[in-house]
């Protein structure tokens, strides 16, 4: 005799135990004191959101009326970037 089939228990969402991360909000804050200041006058940004796996991208104000000077920018940016991956234990994050 085959055995009846069983209703699976139902789903439930759990909050994420991702807790803010200070050198993110310091980064913002300054970005923000000198946009304040006037000495921030665009940006081009890319960040994580909490799943990890989207991101958001935006341009802004200089950088958006000078895509040109934005591109490099944006070069080096991902010079650095690649410069810390191949910095990364080989077992590590990629």
């Known amino acids: 005799m085959t055995k009846p089939a069983t209703t699976p228990a139902p789903l439930r969402l759990v909050r994420s135990a991702v807790k803010p991360c200070q050198e993110t909000i310091d980064a913002l804050t300054q970005l923000l004191d000198l946009a304040i200041r006037g000495e921030v006058t665009g940006i081009a940004f890319a960040c994580s959101v909490r799943d990890g796996s989207r991101f958001i991208t935006n ?23 690649a410069t810390l991956q191949h910095q990364l234990p080989r077992d590590g994050p990629r």
């Open 59 to 81: 341009v802004t104000g200089r950088c958006f009326e000078n895509p040109t000077f934005t591109r490099g920018a944006l070069a080096f940016l991902q010079d650095q970037v």
